[in-house]
């Protein structure tokens, strides 16, 4: 029905970037808001950024100023440009759409498979 399909994650040192991606595909009418989630283990999921389909944007304080949210709607594509990476940036991260599908006028979210990124030297 609606596929989200991420990359981008890997291992880059401390002071690196990295850009993820996640493309969504599927019966979708529309994509409101998007955004990026991460998890460690045993932590509960949190959210790390998110874009509505305005443009406005939203960052939990530990990434402002060193990551940048963006969405491509043609595309129904959102990326995350991580830069000055720490180690403690190291999670599984998602990315999480709210759509509305064809013929339906409810709202929906869906999840990413998740993508690691790790931060070590």
């Known amino acids: 029905q609606v596929q989200l399909v991420e990359s981008g994650g890997g291992l880059v040192q401390p002071g690196g970037s990295l850009r993820l991606s996640c493309a969504a595909s599927?019966?979708?009418?529309?994509?409101?808001?998007m955004g990026w989630y991460r998890q460690a283990p045993g932590k509960e999921r949190e959210l790390v950024a998110r874009?509505?389909?305005?443009?406005?944007?939203d960052y939990t304080d530990s990434v402002k100023g060193r990551f940048t949210i963006s969405r491509d709607n043609a595309k129904k594509t959102v990326y995350l440009q991580m830069n000055s990476l720490k180690p403690e940036d190291t999670d599984v991260y998602y990315c999480?759409?709210?759509?509305?599908?064809?013929?339906?006028?409810?709202?929906?979210?869906?999840w990413g498979q998740g993508t690691q990124v790790t931060v070590s030297s």
């Open positions: 999480n759409i709210q759509a509305v599908l064809m013929g339906r006028s409810s709202l929906y979210q869906y």
């Open positions: 599927g019966s979708i009418f529309s994509i409101k808001a």
């Open positions: 874009i509505t389909s305005g443009g406005s944007t």
